[in-house]
């Protein structure tokens, strides 16, 4: 490894772990936020910073700077009775292996970079790139490939199954080593749910993987470039992951394992201070990381409609419309940018979840993975068998038909982000009108039978 390949690697961590760290503590904010407006009631508020007797708030989101500083500054309890090894390693792992997930997950396309400093700025007026293939290695000219993700394994989804299935160790030992009987109920919950989970999580991607016909995420990426996003090819596994992957993550409506009205907090009642908080934020980490695999798998990844690497193409089967080439950089920039975007519209959607749906009951939580998601992820993986082998059977004018088709559902994608931008901005500038509504009033039920009685009641 080069030099400039060593510094590019410390630049693609910085950049992963610090969007999940950050969008992780904002999402902490919107949960509150969001959770006032559905309920109408004020959100969060009371943080607050004093300048020259001006009071800044920030529409609330110094709260979870307030929330950091609490953790740190709280006190450090573990119970007497408690496995102290295992009780402070528990917290360890549920962080470490959200943040050991998000190194296989592309978030941009290959950049072709080149070894010196000075010719930095050229990618910002360079040519573009071919569309297939990418850059190879060239000592003497001094370029070099740089896959966007942290760790570019041939694995690729199958590490990340293997490291998402650490973190129902971290809950279980949390759970046990506590001494709290509690925790412990908690422990075997979140043990058995994310089990259960689990293997609709994987079964769910089967599908897939059978159409990609690869285990690496960034060449899943580019065939939902060249052709249809999954979401389209595979709709049903698109709802299978996104409801395994919120019980993965423990969060309502599949909260079983922090069930305040029974288990006080579950698997870490007895933590405080920054191992609890370790707890509690690495749960949004795990929205961060399940939001991003989502995107990646079933949304196109880093993928915009007719966008490719040498710049914009629109056609339909045979026919281009429209072909303008643009830089390597921008294309680069462009892609990078719509996948974190991609990824904070599927947060807030997980946001928007939590906050609508009531909570199951245990036995319905388990119903739910074995008897209802699980069978219909294998028959998803049948189904998509069946119609891949007769669609590999036919003649070049179905392949030539399913190219249409998946031009048109680009065209699709683009209508529909265009209908949701217009209503966000329509939104967005429209006056705000303050109106009082009282619902279920006495005093408005009584105008309507005609009022009350202003003289004295008879007996």
Same mark, same amino acid.
């Given at each position: 490894?080069?030099?400039?390949?060593?510094?590019?690697?410390?630049? #693609?961590?910085?950049?992963? %772990?610090?969007? *999940?760290?950050?969008?992780?503590? =904002?999402?902490?904010?919107?949960?509150?936020?969001?959770?006032?407006?559905?309920?109408?009631?004020?959100?969060?508020?009371?943080?607050?910073?004093?300048?020259?007797?001006?009071?800044?708030?920030?529409?609330?989101?110094?709260?979870?700077?307030?929330?950091?500083?609490?953790? $740190?500054?709280?006190?450090?309890?573990?119970?007497? #009775?408690? &496995?102290?090894?295992?009780?402070?390693?528990?917290?360890?792992?549920?962080?470490?292996?959200?943040?050991?997930?998000?190194?296989?997950?592309?978030?941009?396309?290959?950049?072709?970079?080149?070894?010196?400093?000075?010719? $930095?700025?050229?990618?910002?007026?360079?040519?573009?790139?071919?569309?297939? !293939?990418?850059?190879?290695?060239?000592?003497?000219?001094?370029?070099?490939?740089?896959?966007?993700?942290?760790?570019?394994? !041939?694995?690729?989804?199958?590490?990340?199954?293997?490291?998402?299935?650490?973190?129902?160790?971290? %809950?279980?030992?949390? !759970?046990?080593?506590? &001494?709290?009987?509690?925790?412990?109920?908690?422990?075997?919950?979140?043990?058995?749910?994310?089990?259960?989970?689990?293997?609709?999580?994987?079964?769910?991607?089967?599908?897939?993987?059978?159409?990609?016909?690869? *285990?690496?995420?960034?060449?899943?990426?580019?065939?939902?470039?060249?052709?249809?996003?999954?979401?389209?090819?595979?709709?049903?596994?698109?709802?299978?992951?996104?409801?395994?992957?919120?019980?993965?993550?423990?969060?309502?409506?599949?909260?079983?394992?922090?069930?305040?009205?029974? /288990?006080?907090?579950?698997?870490?009642?007895?933590?405080?201070?920054?191992?609890?908080?370790?707890?509690?934020?690495?749960?949004?980490?795990?929205?961060?990381? !399940?939001?991003?695999?989502?995107?990646?798998?079933?949304?196109?990844?880093?993928?915009?409609?007719?966008?490719?690497?040498?710049?914009?193409?629109?056609?339909?089967?045979?026919?281009?419309?429209?072909?303008?080439?643009?830089?390597?950089?921008?294309?680069?920039?462009?892609?990078?940018?719509?996948?974190?975007?991609?990824? =904070?519209?599927?947060?807030?959607?997980?946001?928007?979840?939590?906050?609508?749906?009531?909570?199951?009951?245990?036995?319905?939580?388990?119903?739910?993975?074995?008897?209802?998601?699980?069978?219909?992820?294998?028959?998803?993986?049948?189904?998509?068998?069946?119609?891949?082998?007769?669609?590999?059977?036919?003649?070049?004018?179905?392949?030539?038909?399913?190219?249409?088709?998946? &031009?048109?559902?680009?065209? /699709?994608?683009?209508?529909?982000?265009?209908?949701?931008? $217009?209503?966000?901005?329509?939104?967005?500038?429209?006056?705000?009108?303050?109106?009082?509504?009282?619902?279920?009033?006495?005093?408005?039920?009584?105008?309507?039978?005609?009022?009350? #009685?202003?003289? %004295?009641?008879?007996?």
């Amino acid at each position: 490894m080069t030099l400039s390949q060593f510094v590019w690697t410390i630049v #693609k961590i910085l950049i992963m %772990a610090g969007f *999940v760290l950050n969008l992780a503590a =904002i999402l902490t904010w919107a949960d509150r936020r969001q959770s006032s407006m559905i309920q109408d009631r004020i959100g969060p508020n009371r943080a607050v910073i004093k300048v020259f007797g001006k009071e800044f708030r920030l529409a609330g989101l110094l709260h979870p700077a307030a929330d950091g500083l609490k953790f $740190f500054t709280k006190e450090d309890f573990m119970p007497p #009775k408690a &496995d102290k090894l295992l009780f402070m390693l528990a917290p360890i792992i549920a962080m470490g292996m959200v943040f050991t997930l998000v190194t296989t997950v592309p978030f941009g396309d290959t950049v072709c970079m080149h070894e010196f400093l000075p010719r $930095f700025p050229n990618i910002f007026v360079g040519p573009a790139v071919p569309r297939w !293939g990418s850059c190879s290695a060239d000592v003497k000219s001094g370029y070099f490939p740089i896959d966007l993700m942290v760790a570019p394994l !041939g694995v690729g989804i199958l590490f990340v199954f293997a490291m998402s299935g650490q973190g129902i160790i971290g %809950a279980a030992i949390a !759970g046990w080593s506590s &001494d709290n009987k509690f925790s412990l109920m908690g422990a075997l919950r979140a043990a058995s749910q994310m089990v259960s989970y689990e293997v609709t999580l994987g079964m769910s991607l089967i599908g897939a993987m059978m159409i990609y016909g690869t *285990v690496r995420l960034d060449d899943m990426v580019r065939w939902q470039s060249d052709h249809a996003w999954g979401i389209f090819v595979q709709p049903l596994a698109f709802f299978l992951f996104f409801t395994a992957a919120v019980a993965e993550n423990k969060r309502i409506p599949f909260d079983l394992p922090e069930a305040e009205s029974e /288990l006080v907090s579950g698997y870490f009642t007895e933590y405080a201070g920054m191992k609890f908080g370790m707890f509690y934020f690495a749960e949004y980490a795990e929205v961060v990381t !399940g939001s991003m695999l989502l995107v990646t798998m079933f949304l196109g990844g880093w993928a915009l409609p007719f966008f490719h690497r040498d710049g914009l193409t629109i056609a339909f089967g045979g026919v281009t419309l429209v072909h303008l080439l643009i830089p390597h950089f921008w294309m680069t920039l462009l892609g990078v940018l719509t996948f974190f975007g991609k990824v =904070i519209v599927i947060c807030w959607v997980q946001v928007f979840v939590r906050w609508t749906l009531p909570r199951f009951r245990y036995d319905q939580l388990m119903k739910l993975g074995w008897r209802v998601l699980l069978p219909a992820s294998l028959a998803n993986i049948l189904v998509t068998g069946v119609v891949w082998l007769v669609l590999d059977e036919a003649g070049p004018e179905v392949a030539d038909a399913l190219r249409l088709a998946a &031009d048109l559902t680009q065209a /699709l994608v683009v209508v529909v982000l265009s209908y949701l931008v $217009f209503k966000l901005l329509r939104g967005w500038f429209a006056p705000f009108k303050h109106e009082r509504t009282l619902l279920g009033s006495s005093a408005e039920q009584a105008g309507k039978l005609g009022g009350t #009685k202003s003289t %004295a009641m008879q007996a």
